[in-house]
């Protein structure tokens, strides 16, 4: 049975039922600037890559198995944003300890409750994987789930998930990228869903040869309450913004910085950090991963 391999559906499909309808896609390319995600051809943009992939198609037509033409799909420019997905979590409190310790704890891999409803249908939630529900029998078991228990990660042109090595350029080979663990699928969970979480601040940064320009997106910050604590390898951040709202975070630097030369500035719609390098050498990440 073939795949569609048009923008946002990806549907098994059969011939004889493939009618002018049948598939909704995006005729458009994807587009990610300042923090924002989204398709050229539609308005919708939206912050996190699990929301962007659930940007649904603004035109119909019938499915398509053709293979993409290299200079045609997927050609946004990703060489000045680095979007690490889901975004990071406010941590409880102010507390240096506690941002630390948050900032190099692992992900934790959430699993279905035992004896959870499932409904028929439902796709594995896991990073590169998107397996349908048919039964227990059939999509419960140990190891049938092939996925990527890290982020994605989008720097200069280039695409990846944190947790393995492969890079690509283009988009559709990025989600081909083959999860580097297996487990169980995920089609409940037990964890809040992120995509609905509020109180966070989405970040970004691009780099010169001597310096990291990071900015933390936050209307209305109080500059008398807000602060940002600068080390060699960690970057703490307190921000109290909006009417009243405090963003906490820590940042275990990917290489090591000159708290000396480095410094914040608080604009009218976000906290923009300079970094100052200690070596030259270009950036892969804004933060290292110990797991690596």
Known sequence: MPRCTRNACGQDYEEAANDPISCQYHPGKPEFHEGLKGWTCCKPRVHSFDEFMDIRGCKLGPHSSEPKHKEDPFKADLTKYDDVLPEPQAA??????????AASAPEPIDEDPEGVEIPAGAKCKRNGCGAAYVSGEESCQDEQCQFHPGKALFH??????????????EFDEFLRIAGCKTGRHLFVGTQPDTKVQADKCRHDYYQ??????????????????????FSPEMLLVHLVYGDGKTYDDGFKLFSEIDPSRSSCEFLSTKAELSLAKKSMASWPALERNDDN
Request: aromatic residues 6%; contains cysteine.
């Open 156 to 169: 200069e042109g280039n695409k990846g998930w944190t947790c393995c090595k492969p890079r690509v350029t």
């Open 92 to 101: 409880a409190a102010p507390s240096t300890q506690r941002l630390a310790a």
């Open 208 to 229: 010169s040869g001597s310096s990291v320009i990071m900015s933390i997106y936050a209307k209305k910050i109080d500059r008398e309450s807000s602060w940002v604590k």
